[in-house]
């Protein structure tokens, strides 16, 4: 069964799995300094209810520590053993054609997307980081375990690319959007560390005009430290604002860290319920 359900039309896409139940997410927090952090981010919020749940039967202990993402009972095995590069593609067409499902991972250049696929992966340069925005250009797939992929795809926004390249980010990463019928969701990666940026939004807003599902990934939250952790707290509060506008309910968020693993376990979790449910 697929996930999504693509239409066609002006209106954002409103996932028929959200609901409008809002909790304190600070009470699902165990007392660890991580998930401690994490939490202060995170007041009452709309939550994300999977498949399976009944809103109504929903309990603070279901919410995942430092997300709006309640755990259901399509939330199973989510741990990677093994992880190995399939192939690279210039073109959509060019893509797997097999039939696992498959997790897309999109932000802005440097936005830290490398970072976290090796951290999701827990081996060394599965992705490529550089310092040089941009220099990942093509679609690359990961398989794990043998049964679902991890899509890795070209950032956004990178200032020092030639317009062609830019024109070819749009022209083929959207291609791949709308064509690709075993992608199972968007990670759309967030820099925590800087306020909202337009170029984020629009990429966010495209996505839910087009009926693509979206998990919000906010990277860099290992900064959440100090002085610097206010700062942090009102980029994310002010970044769900303006998603709000555009969203009827809140698309799933997660805050992450690939440099101390935050979150990566609880990310895990949420793509595991996702992938089970397509795989029904």
Not at 63 to 80: D, R
């Amino acid at each position: 069964m697929l996930l999504r359900n693509r239409i066609l039309g002006s209106q954002l896409w409103i996932p028929p799995v959200f609901a409008k139940t809002t909790f304190n997410t600070s009470l699902s927090m165990k007392p660890s300094p991580r998930r401690t952090l994490c939490a202060s981010a995170s007041a009452t919020v709309p939550l994300f209810v999977p498949p399976g749940v009944e809103p109504a039967e929903v309990a603070p202990e279901m919410v995942l520590p430092g997300s709006n993402i309640v755990v259901g009972p399509y939330a199973g095995h989510a741990q990677i053993r093994v992880v190995e590069f399939v192939k690279s593609s210039a073109r959509p067409r060019d893509c797997p054609r097999d039939g696992r499902p498959e997790f897309a991972v999109v932000g802005r250049s440097n936005v830290g997307k490398s970072s976290l696929i090796n951290a999701l992966v827990r081996k060394k340069e599965v992705a490529m980081t550089s310092k040089k925005p941009g220099k990942t250009q093509l679609i690359n797939h990961f398989l794990v375990d043998k049964s679902w992929y991890l899509v890795d795809l070209p950032g956004y926004g990178f200032a020092k690319a030639p317009d062609a390249a830019r024109n070819d980010w749009t022209s083929f990463t959207k291609g791949y959007f709308l064509n690709r019928e075993t992608l199972v969701a968007v990670l759309l990666l967030i820099d925590s560390s800087i306020p909202p940026q337009q170029i984020d939004l629009d990429c966010a807003n495209w996505l839910g005009r087009n009926n693509i599902p979206i998990t919000f990934v906010f990277t860099k939250c290992d900064k959440m430290k100090g002085g610097r952790g206010n700062q942090l707290n009102e980029n994310l509060k002010k970044f769900q604002e303006l998603i709000s506008k555009n969203y009827k309910e809140a698309p799933p968020w997660i805050m992450t860290s690939g440099v101390t693993g935050l979150g990566r376990k609880e990310l895990l979790l949420h793509m595991s319920q996702l992938r089970h449910y397509w795989d029904n």
